[in-house]
């Protein structure tokens, strides 16, 4: 019997798929209007520590216009900006954080950023999305969802108006 399951296991490991680290738990878009129609856009995601890997230099952000015709969509490298533990720990117990290679939940906060010059007669989603969503959160996990993150900016509303969703 020991045999048996031994070559199975060893059947089923020659079959096996890759797993991709589920870390992100939540995070947001927020901008800054620079003036005329260039924006500052800050990316902020919130990642779980357990088996995270170092954040990419960049990360593409998708700008969809909202009525078709006015510009086309296109996407911007953010560059990398930060990352800081922002764990809910005491803090005589951080050094023991999963962000600093221990047991305990670890989160880290990883910033992008980018200035982008946008089409004043559009009204623009920026979005950003990654299959890396966290699973251990109150939701359904069946089809591994992907993280979204999105804001809109309308610049014809020049910069004292903003809307964030």
């Given amino acids: 019997m020991r045999i048996l399951r031994l070559l199975l296991a060893i059947l089923l490991s020659c079959f096996s798929v890759g797993l991709y680290a589920n870390h992100v738990l939540g995070g947001n878009i927020t901008y800054e209007c620079l003036g005329g129609n260039t924006y500052e856009i800050t990316l902020t995601y919130y990642a779980d520590c357990f088996g995270a890997t170092t954040p990419p230099p960049e990360e593409n952000i998708f700008f969809f216009p909202t009525v078709s015709g006015c510009a086309n969509a296109f996407s911007v490298p953010f560059q990398f900006v930060s990352q800081t533990e922002i764990s809910d720990l005491c803090a005589s117990e951080l050094t023991n954080s999963s962000c600093?290679?221990?047991?305990?939940?670890?989160?880290?906060?990883?910033?992008?950023?980018?200035?982008?010059?946008?089409?004043?007669?559009?009204?623009?989603?920026?979005?950003?999305?990654?299959?890396?969503?966290?699973?251990?959160?109150?939701m359904d996990n069946s089809t591994l969802p992907t993280a979204y993150l999105g804001t809109l900016i309308d610049p014809s509303q020049g910069c004292s108006q903003s809307v964030v969703r």
């Fill in 100 to 138: 600093q290679s221990g047991f305990l939940p670890g989160t880290n906060a990883v910033v992008y950023s980018a200035v982008v010059d946008l089409d004043v007669s559009c009204v623009w989603d920026v979005a950003w999305e990654t299959a890396d969503w966290n699973y251990f959160i109150n």
